[in-house]
């Protein structure tokens, strides 16, 4: 079964015609332009500017902070309980050098 679907697999691609997207086509005076659909329609058009997010960085702040906070509270509860149980306990060293 798994040969027979890799031949299929295998004719498939050599029957498929190849397209460049940035060669000039057979028909003369027919060329293709690049560009990218970011910037420009597929007519070639300019696109509008993109719309403007109003207090983005507000918006960012709002959001990582809480999150952040509830990390740390998690990681300090998690090492506490692991403390807690002696599985992993922090030694004391002695700076008495």
């Known amino acids: ?11 498939s691609i050599l029957r498929a015609p190849r397209r460049y997207p940035l060669t000039p086509s057979s028909v003369p005076g027919n060329t293709v332009t690049a560009c ?26 709002l959001i990582v902070v ?6 740390t509270q998690i990681s300090k509860n998690f090492a506490a309980l692991l403390e807690e149980h002696d599985i992993f306990v922090p030694e004391d060293d002695d700076d008495d050098d």
């Open 1 to 11: 079964m798994a040969s027979a679907l890799g031949r299929l697999v295998r004719l």
């Open 36 to 61: 990218r659909t970011a910037v420009c329609s597929s007519s070639g058009a300019m696109l509008p500017k993109p719309r403007k997010t109003p207090f983005g960085l507000i918006r960012i702040g």
């Open 66 to 71: 809480p999150f952040l906070y509830v990390g």
